[in-house]
Nanobody, 122 residues
């Protein structure tokens, strides 16, 4: 059974940094695509960044140059380093994984974590 557990969320001021983590279990971690999504109040869930099993990375335009996604296959853990945070980055952040799809569309992923809240104040 696939299980994803996010951690690392919190409250920071604008310009600050946070690092999110997502530990996966119950599947062959290094063979799956891993991704970060976020959902702000009143908005649809959107893709933030994804990393394929071969390390290929795709970022949403809104986070390019500020966020860095990485994975540690030995620890079955996905990371999202978020720098220069803005109030508009405030959202619930979700980790997702899928063995076949690796893009920024929410509908492409079959497995999701419970989310971790990020709040950025101005």
């Amino acid at each position: 059974q696939v299980r994803l557990v996010e951690s690392g969320g919190g409250s920071v001021q604008s310009g600050g940094s946070l690092r999110l983590s997502c530990e996966g279990s119950g599947y062959t971690y290094n063979m799956y695509c891993m991704g970060w999504f976020r959902e702000a109040p009143g908005k649809e869930r959107e893709g933030v960044a994804v990393i394929e099993s071969d390390g290929t990375i795709t970022y949403a335009d809104s986070v390019k140059g500020r966020f860095t996604i990485s994975r540690d296959n030995a620890k079955s853990t996905l990371y999202l380093q978020m720098n220069s945070l803005k109030p508009e980055d405030t959202a619930m952040y979700y980790c997702a994984t899928d063995p076949y799809y690796c893009g920024l569309r929410e509908a492409g992923f079959n497995y999701w974590g419970q989310g971790t809240q990020v709040t950025v104040s101005s």
